[in-house]
């Protein structure tokens, strides 16, 4: 662990030395370079600036991130359309070496037009790495790393507008990878920046459910909820009424290269310049010559797997307590499975177990220096056989994730959880043990639900000692519209129950009343539940 840690913090090397014997600076290293400002801005105006002389005459400003080898700045790898008269135009080129800047210019740019742009990654800095076009840090090649641009004249912004700068991206899948999931569930994929062509949509076969341990396929049934030019939403509900099994894995699969967005403006002129950007990028990081299925997978309700109790356990003094919450199969409590560390490595320990099974208290054969930090392998089981689910996802057991570590990962592991965006996946019957930390800080769930679930959201805090008073809210899949929202239900704390209104997903934040605090002490509770009908 420590080793591991010390490599995370190793200083990196600096991309850029600069030769102050020759005053010309040189790149080093595999930092990729990228454009990182355009002036007009990308889907900006031309406008005149010699007002002396008639017609349009101007510059256009790219600046680098880094010092370019300008014998490859040339006409192969900088490529000027006229959208209006369907044809490259060649344009001057000058770049300024000491201020990483290339400047593009024409006699006269044509009126009332719309123009693209594309640097490929032919261009490279001085160490030879290509242009970044896409800016995800790799280098993907022609036509992935084009950086692609709009400029317009007079009255071509109409083009302009409508052109495509980015893919589509498969913003997410649900259910998430995770535990309890419902067997009743649906599901849902989100695209955004699309629309998405709505025959790649109908017709193939892109979206999979199948059971993990048999392959056996789960029958769908398709509807698309919505499709412009903000997001694609599709979802899926098992046909024939038919539910999965309780307790088992299921996988998703969305394939790749199946889907695409409609042609924008500029294709529909006869401009393919850009048309690879219809291409869905499937992990967010930017288009690839091969981009990958997204796999997610899912346990149904049925299993709940143990978990370390992270605002109880911890250092008590003379001994590390580690709390679980289920009954534990105290054979796999061994020095393999929970060990005790400290600022000089391992510490040795005699294990002395609760009446209960659910707890243990280790206690030091040394003395401890410095930060004491708490470990138990993903090899330790419940009473049912169940491995520890150490990341709290719904799932035990994950080879490389469900380790437990103590720590500031103990305090919170659903964090960064604090917006919409980066909410915490979350199903029926899930518990969570959480913080406001710090003050002002709000936590962010989500869960998918079916229209008509009858379901509660109850969070304990000041009735079980916590400082916190907490304010609970129910929104909507947009994170903004209130389905409901309760303060002080239960004393100080927060009880909502209520029918949801649609089939989708479903957001849950929880803050602090009046002006928000917060601490290392600010615990809550969070159950999610789904009545009985």
């Avoid at 009735?463 to 209130?482: A, F, K, Q, R, W």
Wanted: charged share 25%; aromatic share 10%.
């Amino acid at each position: 662990l420590v080793f591991l840690l010390v490599l995370s913090c190793a200083k990196k090397e600096n991309p850029l030395s600069v030769d102050h014997t020759a005053g010309n600076p040189s790149a080093i290293g595999t930092a990729l370079p990228t454009v990182v400002d355009t002036d007009p801005a990308n889907k900006g105006e031309i406008t005149d600036e010699n007002g002396g002389v008639s017609g349009i005459q101007a510059r256009i400003k790219i600046v680098f991130s880094d010092y370019m080898d300008e014998t490859t700045i040339n006409s192969t790898n900088v490529l000027f359309y006229n959208v209006m008269e369907n044809k490259y135009e060649d344009v001057d080129m000058e770049y300024d070496a000491a201020r990483k800047t290339l400047y593009l210019s024409k006699a006269e740019f044509q009126d009332n037009c719309a123009f693209v742009l594309i640097l490929k990654p032919g261009i490279t800095n001085l160490a030879g790495n290509p242009l970044d076009g896409n800016g995800n840090g790799k280098a993907d090649g022609d036509p992935y790393d084009r950086a692609v641009f709009y400029f317009y004249t007079g009255t071509g912004n109409g083009i302009v507008n409508a052109a495509r700068i980015t893919p589509p991206v498969l913003a997410y899948v649900q259910p998430d990878t995770g535990g309890n999931v419902p067997v009743n569930t649906g599901f849902r994929v989100r695209f955004e920046n699309g629309p998405i062509d709505t025959m790649t949509l109908k017709s193939t076969s892109w979206f999979h459910v199948e059971k993990t341990s048999t392959g056996t396929s789960v029958t769908l049934d398709m509807n698309i909820v919505s499709n412009n030019k903000d997001s694609t939403v599709v979802a899926f509900g098992i046909s024939g009424g038919d539910t999965l099994d309780s307790g088992e894995e299921y996988t998703i699969t969305v394939d790749a290269g199946k889907l695409m967005a409609f042609p924008d403006t500029l294709e529909a002129l006869g401009c393919t310049l850009t048309t690879f950007l219809k291409d869905v990028d499937m992990d967010g990081d930017g288009l690839e010559a091969e981009e990958q299925n997204v796999v997610v997978y899912f346990i149904t309700q049925g299993i709940d797997f143990p978990r370390v109790h992270g605002l109880v356990s911890g250092d008590k003094g003379d001994y590390f307590y580690f709390k679980f919450t289920k009954k534990m199969d105290v054979s796999t409590f061994t020095k393999e499975n929970i060990r005790v560390f400290d600022s000089e490595g391992y510490v040795p320990g005699t294990m002395r177990i609760d009446l209960d099974s659910m707890g243990v208290e280790y206690y030091y054969d040394r003395e401890v220096l410095g930060e004491v930090i708490g470990w138990v392998s993903m090899e330790v089981r419940d009473t049912d056989g169940n491995m520890l689910d150490g990341n709290g996802n719904g799932i035990g057991g994950e080879e490389g994730k469900d380790d437990w570590v103590s720590g500031e990962i103990s305090g919170d592991p659903y964090e960064p959880n604090d917006d919409p965006s980066s909410a915490y996946h979350i199903s029926y019957g899930t518990v969570i043990y959480a913080l406001i930390n710090p003050a002002g800080d709000e936590d962010w769930f989500k869960f998918t639900g079916n229209a008509g679930d009858s379901i509660e959201i109850d969070i304990d805090a000041n009735t079980l000692g916590s400082p916190l008073d907490p304010v609970l809210y129910l929104y909507e899949n947009d994170g903004v519209t209130v389905v409901a929202w309760d303060d002080d239900t239960d004393g100080l704390d927060s009880y909502i129950t209520c029918t949801l209104p649609s089939s989708g997903l479903y957001y849950i934040k929880i803050v602090d009343y009046g002006v928000p605090d917060g601490g290392p002490d600010y615990f809550y509770h969070l159950k999610l539940n789904e009545l009985a009908k």
